[in-house]
């Protein structure tokens, strides 16, 4: 109604906070999270410059020096940030709008390990994590998914997928997809591993923390996965979320129609 800008001088980084708090309404944690991360090399080069200050040849040199791998989500996430600035009348264009073409790195060639690479994997890995490099990858479920698995999710030949990692250390019933909420079999082989756990009283968690509280997934990866990847002799390309695709490759190459 005034015609103009709103007279109002924010640095990036406080409107990025600004953002943030109204993104986080409707968002899950995970995503916002995810956010927060790819903010955090724009906060550190732009973060106490004034929003009318940003400057397109300066964004471009920047953006220049980025590693490829995190280039396309951190330039996007910057972008998607300065788009809100300008939709709320902070700005009347988007400096970072102008630098180019926000290209996505090349899709990586998934890698599919054979049995006997996921039992020497298993092999690797302490009690009760060795039962779960088979049971994911025999399932095809996501981490998220495997490490938050109960034991009353276990039933006979049947394994129920109920809730997922929230990313904040705890789990939540899946809500956001409802396709995941659901139940896949058991392999044999998923099914003897899981009847040789040791029980335990102290959590419901068939693969908790050393504290019994649930893994985040990216301590999980680093602090339990890595190692036994590096000391089984796998590429070092192969991550928890590969027995996934081992399973799912299994899975159709035996003819199963369906894969979710």
Not at 149 to 171: F, I, M, S
Not at 238 to 243: A, F, K, N, Q, R
């Amino acid at each position: 109604m005034r015609g103009g800008l709103v007279d109002e001088r924010l640095t990036l980084r406080e409107f990025s906070e600004r953002y943030l708090a109204r993104f986080q309404v409707d968002r899950s944690p995970a995503t916002v999270k995810s956010l927060g991360w790819r903010l955090a090399r724009p906060l550190a080069e732009f973060g106490d410059v004034q929003l009318s200050d940003l400057r397109t040849g300066e964004i471009a040199g920047w953006e220049a020096t980025l590693p490829p791998r995190f280039r396309h989500d951190v330039v996007r996430a910057l972008r998607q940030v300065l788009d809100a600035a300008v939709a709320w009348e902070y700005l009347a264009r988007n400096p970072a709008r102008a630098t180019g073409k926000n290209v996505r790195p090349a899709v990586l060639e998934r890698i599919a390990l054979e049995p006997s690479d996921v039992d020497k994997l298993a092999g690797e890995m302490r009690s009760p994590y060795d039962v779960a490099i088979v049971v994911g990858a025999w399932t095809y479920l996501r981490p998220s998914e495997l490490l938050a698995l109960e034991r009353g999710d276990v039933d006979g030949n049947v394994l129920h997928v109920r809730r997922t990692l929230d990313g904040q250390g705890g789990t939540k019933a899946r809500g956001k997809m409802r396709r995941s909420l659901r139940t896949v079999p058991l392999p044999s082989r998923a099914r003897q591993a899981l009847a040789e756990l040791p029980p335990r009283l102290d959590t419901r968690l068939l693969f908790p923390a050393p504290s019994g509280a649930p893994w985040d997934a990216c301590n999980f990866r680093r602090r339990e996965f890595k190692w036994a990847r590096e000391a089984g002799g796998l590429d070092e390309a192969v991550t928890p979320y590969t027995l996934r695709h081992s399973g799912i490759s299994w899975a159709l190459a035996a003819g199963i129609p369906k894969v979710t």
